[in-house]
C-alpha cells in the first residue's frame, strides 16, 4: 500500500524539489544582475525530471573528490562536491551582449521565474487533490 502511495506521489515530489531548486537558481540570476563577468545560469527543467523519476527512490551518492592540504592551517573536508541529484547547471546565452560581460537579461530572467513559480503552484494543485481524492476513497 505504502509503495503505491509513494508511487503516485513520487513524480510530484521529484517535480517539487526541482521547481525549488530552478526558482534558487532563477533567483540567483536576478540578484546578480549587476555584477560584472557574471554569467546566468539555469539547467533542463524536462530532462531533469526525467533523470530524478528515472532514479526512482534511490539517489546515488555524491561522487568523492581527492582533496589535498595545500598548508597546515586548512581543514580536511569530506569529499563531497555536489549533492546527490542535483541537476547539472548549464549557462545561459545572452541575447544582447553587457559591457561589463555579465549575461543576466532581466526580462527573461522574470519571465522565466514568474512562469516556474506558476508551474510549482500548479503541482502544489495537482498533488493536493490528488490526496483529496485518496481520503475520499479511503474515508467512503
Not at 561522487?63 to 586548512?74: C, I, M, Q, R, V
Not at 545572452?94 to 522574470?110: A, I, K, L, P, S
Not at 495537482?126 to 475520499?136: E, P, V
Request: hydrophobic share 40%; glycine share 10%.
Amino acid at each position: 500500500m505504502i509503495g503505491k502511495l509513494d508511487q503516485a506521489l513520487g513524480f510530484h515530489e521529484a517535480a517539487l524539489r526541482l521547481r525549488s531548486e530552478r526558482q534558487q537558481v532563477l533567483a540567483s540570476n536576478i540578484a546578480n544582475a549587476d555584477t560584472p563577468n557574471f554569467k546566468a545560469r539555469d539547467f533542463d527543467f524536462s530532462q531533469a525530471l526525467q533523470g530524478a523519476v528515472g532514479r526512482g527512490a534511490s539517489l546515488p551518492a555524491a561522487p568523492a573528490a581527492n582533496l589535498a592540504l595545500s598548508a597546515a592551517g586548512h581543514q580536511a573536508g569530506n569529499g563531497s562536491v555536489t549533492r546527490a541529484g542535483a541537476p547539472s547547471l548549464l549557462y545561459r546565452t545572452g541575447v544582447q551582449g553587457g559591457v561589463d560581460g555579465n549575461t543576466v537579461d532581466m526580462d527573461v530572467e522574470r519571465n522565466q521565474f514568474a512562469d516556474n513559480a506558476l508551474r510549482y503552484e500548479a503541482s502544489i494543485t495537482m498533488i493536493s487533490s490528488q490526496i483529496k481524492g485518496l481520503l475520499t476513497a479511503i474515508q467512503g
